[in-house]
Nanobody, 122 residues
């Protein structure tokens, strides 16, 4: 029900825009988040946006570089990633929470996309 796209390979300093399209139901009342998992590491919260789209949250390492947005009319959420660094390399997942507010806990999210790979080379 969530389809992530937009991953790819870029050089450090480059940009990518990830998109997540929902189908089968509306997630307008749910917080949406992006998580990532690098090889050998646990999945971590990257960014989240409240159900209304009014408030965004970011993990410290991406603040000022990443921007999350959503279009409830189109049932989509996006993650604009600028000034990418090699340490941003990971599989990125979009997810829909069971609540309207953003949490950093993966267990709060009950719908997950399939993941899209982002590779940043130095």
């Amino acid at each position: 029900q969530l389809q992530a796209s937009g991953g790819g390979s870029v050089q450090a300093g480059g940009s990518l825009r990830l998109s997540c399209a929902a189908s089968g139901r509306s997630f307008s009342g749910s917080a949406m988040g992006w998580f990532r998992q690098a090889p050998g590491k646990e999945r971590e919260f990257v960014a989240g946006i409240t159900g209304s789209g009014g408030t965004n949250y970011y993990t410290e390492s991406v603040k000022g570089r990443f921007s999350i947005s959503r279009d409830n009319g189109k049932n989509t959420v996006s993650l604009q990633m600028n000034r990418l660094k090699p340490e941003d390399t990971a599989v990125y997942y979009c997810a829909a929470a069971s609540v309207w507010f953003v949490t950093r806990l993966a267990d709060t999210y009950n719908f997950w996309g399939q993941g899209t790979l982002v590779t940043v080379s130095s």
